[in-house]
Each structure stands twice: as structure tokens, then as C-alpha cells.
């Protein structure tokens, strides 16, 4: 096992005991799922409010706008991140509380509004059902009427980000919107922020073995959340799981096409984070400008712990309005 010089949460880790229950689900600690309410009145730094995208599959969004925007009668509208949470595709919510708290800061230090999806979980709803939640997402922002969206938002500044699985998230989203960047106007993506981003493959990396009893997210668990989410008889070579596979997406010349930028976080303890190296390796052969963050630490820490986090909402609100001006 590799030196671990950081030491990670404590708390009732889902990761380390993964346990299939009958019925296609998993067992879900409730502890681990602590939710926070959405806050409209603005008692904190961020206001944030609760709307439904689809009642039919349980889909909805947050939205959070930072709290001095809503005291100016003539407020300047903000680049908005579609943000997607971790949790494998099995685990979490947008309203768990270490996700609410990461958005409400991101809203905040990098001067943005955040709308947090909350799509379906696998292995209820195996993958593509998340990359369809988060198309619906963008349908909704594409028409809606929302008072926040309309006053808070430059639609002509959207970036799609995530954490995690959200990072795999928001990249396979990302390949879909490119394809219908046209039908989906007046939106206009400028690109994508991959927060350590959940990739791996058939084929164990470096950091894979040199981690792989990560006190946090051990391989066996990436391993066993990938089977959960992944459609059933694909192996994890799988374009979903992969990005690298079969020479990555055809629909990444779509992303260089519209001169979209990408932003990649990883880190050195992070088991996941060769692939992360070998998915901006695969962007820039492809023509795409990529913006790397890569330091010491562990596995999303930012959203574990927001003391270690400063750093990544700086460089993230860099990335944002450089790109925002382009």
C-alpha cells in the first residue's frame, strides 16, 4: 500500500462496504446522505432554491445565486456551471450536504451561478439515464422563465462541471451538447470543469496499483461502482467508463470545433488520477485547450474539506472568466 501523507474523512464511508440489496438497489446510509434544506431567504453568503425538472423520474435542480446579486436593483449577470455531484453514479445527492456546501462556495468565491442537478442513481438507473438527466437540464435552462436564470445568469457563459462521477458527467454531457450546440441556443458553452473526474479502464494505471487500497476510495470500490452503473455486459472499456477507448469520442472534434476550453483537477493520492492525465492527453492530441490543476491530495478533498479548497475556487474562477471573455 502507498504512503497516504493526507489523512481522510471521517465518516460512514459508502465506498468501503458497497452492498447489493434485492430489488436492483444498494444499501444507502442515511448518515452518509446527510441533506441540507435549500436556503431562499438568504441567511448565508448564497441564496439557493429547490425547482422540478422531471416529476416522472425525480429529477430536479438547485439554484444558487450569490446573495449580493439579489440586493442590486440592476444586478450584473454571471457565467452559470451546471454542476454535477460525485458519488459513483450510486451514492449522493444534490442536496447532500458536503455537495450543497462545495456549490454554495463555488457560487460564491468564483463569482458564478451554480445550478446543481440531481439525477437518477444506478444501479436503479444504469448509465445513460445521468447523461439524459443532465440533457433535460439543459433543455430546461434553454427555455425556462426561472426569475433567477433571467436576472442572474449570461446564458452565453455556461460551463458544465462536476465532481467525480459528476466530472465523467459532465464530459459525456459535454460530447452530447456539442453534437447539438446549434438547438440548444441561446445557451452558449464555453467548456467543461472536471473535478477528478471518475475514468478508468480494463487496464490497471500506475496510480491505480500504487493506490488501489486508498482509505477513501479504494480500486475494488471504483471497480464495483462501475459494474453497478455501467450498462450490463459492457466491460470497463466502455466509452462511458473510458475515454480513451477505441481513440476517444469522434464528438471531441465537435468540442475543438466550437472552441470550447476544458479545466482538469486531479491529484497525486488519487487512485483515478492517471486517467484523468490520460483524458487530457486524449483532449489536447484532439486540438482542445485544456487548462491543468493537478497538485498533492486526495480524492475530491475539496468537497470534503473546504479548508483544502481555496486554491481550486481560485483557479477555477481564473479558468471561468478567462474563458468568458474569449
Given at each position: 500500500m502507498?504512503?497516504q501523507?493526507f489523512?481522510r474523512?471521517?465518516?460512514d464511508?459508502?465506498?468501503?462496504?458497497?452492498?447489493?440489496?434485492?430489488?436492483?438497489?444498494?444499501?444507502?446510509?442515511?448518515?452518509s446522505?446527510?441533506?441540507?434544506?435549500?436556503?431562499?431567504k438568504?441567511?448565508?453568503?448564497?441564496?439557493?432554491?429547490?425547482?422540478?425538472l422531471?416529476t416522472t423520474?425525480?429529477t430536479?435542480l438547485?439554484?444558487?445565486?450569490?446573495?449580493r446579486?439579489t440586493?442590486?436593483p440592476t444586478?450584473?449577470?454571471?457565467?452559470l456551471i451546471?454542476y454535477?455531484?460525485?458519488?459513483?453514479f450510486?451514492y449522493?445527492?444534490a442536496n447532500?450536504?458536503?455537495?450543497?456546501v462545495?456549490?454554495?462556495?463555488?457560487?460564491e468565491?468564483?463569482?458564478?451561478?451554480?445550478?446543481s442537478?440531481e439525477?437518477?442513481?444506478?444501479?436503479e438507473h444504469?448509465?445513460p439515464?445521468a447523461?439524459d438527466?443532465?440533457?433535460?437540464?439543459?433543455?430546461?435552462?434553454?427555455?425556462?422563465?426561472?426569475e433567477?436564470?433571467c436576472?442572474?445568469a449570461?446564458l452565453?457563459?455556461?460551463f458544465l462541471?462536476?465532481?467525480s462521477?459528476?466530472?465523467n458527467l459532465?464530459?459525456?454531457?459535454?460530447l452530447?451538447a456539442?453534437v447539438?450546440?446549434k438547438?440548444?441556443?441561446?445557451?452558449k458553452?464555453k467548456?467543461?470543469?472536471?473535478h477528478?473526474p471518475?475514468f478508468s479502464g480494463?487496464?490497471?494505471?500506475?496510480?491505480?496499483e500504487?493506490?488501489?487500497?486508498?482509505?477513501?476510495?479504494p480500486l475494488?470500490?471504483?471497480?464495483?461502482?462501475?459494474d453497478?452503473?455501467l450498462?450490463?455486459?459492457?466491460?470497463?472499456?466502455?466509452?462511458y467508463?473510458?475515454?480513451?477507448?477505441?481513440?476517444?469520442?469522434?464528438?471531441l472534434?465537435?468540442?475543438k470545433?466550437?472552441?470550447?476550453?476544458v479545466?482538469?483537477?486531479?491529484?497525486c493520492?488519487?487512485?483515478l488520477?492517471?486517467?484523468?492525465?490520460?483524458c487530457?492527453?486524449?483532449?489536447?492530441q484532439?486540438g482542445?485547450?485544456?487548462f491543468?490543476?493537478?497538485?498533492?491530495?486526495y480524492?475530491a478533498?475539496?468537497?470534503?474539506?473546504?479548508?483544502m479548497?481555496?486554491?481550486l475556487?481560485?483557479?477555477?474562477?481564473?479558468f471561468?472568466?478567462?474563458v468568458s471573455?474569449?
Amino acid at each position: 500500500m502507498a504512503s497516504q501523507r493526507f489523512a481522510r474523512p471521517i465518516f460512514d464511508n459508502p465506498f468501503l462496504k458497497i452492498q447489493e440489496l434485492p430489488g436492483n438497489t444498494v444499501k444507502r446510509n442515511s448518515e452518509s446522505l446527510k441533506q441540507a434544506n435549500c436556503d431562499p431567504k438568504g441567511t448565508s453568503l448564497v441564496v439557493t432554491r429547490d425547482v422540478d425538472l422531471d416529476t416522472t423520474k425525480n429529477t430536479w435542480l438547485r439554484l444558487y445565486v450569490p446573495r449580493r446579486l439579489t440586493k442590486n436593483p440592476t444586478p450584473k449577470k454571471l457565467p452559470l456551471i451546471m454542476y454535477y455531484h460525485g458519488g459513483g453514479f450510486v451514492y449522493f445527492h444534490a442536496n447532500t450536504f458536503i455537495f450543497d456546501v462545495f456549490c454554495q462556495a463555488l457560487a460564491e468565491r468564483v463569482g458564478a451561478m451554480v445550478i446543481s442537478l440531481e439525477y437518477r442513481l444506478a444501479p436503479e438507473h444504469r448509465l445513460p439515464a445521468a447523461y439524459d438527466d443532465a440533457m433535460d437540464g439543459l433543455e430546461w435552462l434553454k427555455s425556462t422563465k426561472d426569475e433567477w436564470v433571467c436576472n442572474y445568469a449570461d446564458l452565453s457563459k455556461v460551463f458544465l462541471g462536476g465532481t467525480s462521477s459528476g466530472g465523467n458527467l459532465a464530459y459525456n454531457a459535454g460530447l452530447r451538447a456539442a453534437v447539438m450546440a446549434k438547438e440548444l441556443e441561446p445557451i452558449k458553452i464555453k467548456g467543461l470543469i472536471l473535478h477528478h473526474p471518475f475514468f478508468s479502464g480494463k487496464n490497471r494505471t500506475e496510480s491505480e496499483e500504487k493506490q488501489k487500497d486508498d482509505q477513501l476510495l479504494p480500486l475494488h470500490a471504483v471497480d464495483k461502482m462501475f459494474d453497478l452503473c455501467l450498462p450490463k455486459g459492457v466491460d470497463h472499456d466502455h466509452e462511458y467508463c473510458n475515454p480513451c477507448a477505441n481513440g476517444g469520442s469522434k464528438h471531441l472534434d465537435d468540442m475543438k470545433e466550437l472552441g470550447w476550453k476544458v479545466f482538469v483537477s486531479g491529484v497525486c493520492e488519487d487512485p483515478l488520477v492517471d486517467a484523468a492525465r490520460g483524458c487530457v492527453r486524449l483532449m489536447e492530441q484532439k486540438g482542445i485547450k485544456v487548462f491543468k490543476f493537478f497538485r498533492d491530495g486526495y480524492h475530491a478533498m475539496e468537497v470534503f474539506d473546504q479548508s483544502m479548497a481555496a486554491a481550486l475556487y481560485d483557479a477555477a474562477k481564473d479558468f471561468v472568466y478567462a474563458v468568458s471573455r474569449t
